[in-house]
């Protein structure tokens, strides 16, 4: 089987590997790079602990506007800074 990836790096997977896996709009692949540069990829089922933290207690206290514009910056700091490669980070 074949697929073309597109020049935004996007490929459509055949139908028979999206039947055969029971893959829908939006379901998640984890790929993996093998030594011999074989990739595999599985997929991800939903699991209630990939969304622990989203929600804050109902007891917390709200964060002021002046620890929003620091956690801001902190994460755009983080996101741009060069890695050790040379290259800055693709924030993922």
């Known amino acids: 089987m074949y697929a073309t990836l597109t020049s935004k790096g996007q490929l459509t997977l055949p139908k028979e590997i999206r039947d055969r896996l029971n893959l829908d709009a939006g379901a998640i692949l984890d ?38 514009d620091e956690a801001m910056a902190e994460h755009l700091r983080d996101k741009h800074a060069p890695t050790q490669a040379g290259r800055k980070s693709t924030g993922r």
Do not use: C, W, Y
């Not at 093998?34 to 207690?57: C, E, F, M, W, Y």
């Open 31 to 68: 790929f993996k790079i093998q030594a011999d540069n074989t990739i595999t990829a599985r997929h991800v089922l939903p699991d209630a602990r990939r969304i622990r933290g989203l929600l804050k207690s109902p007891l917390a206290a709200p964060l002021s506007v002046e620890q929003m």
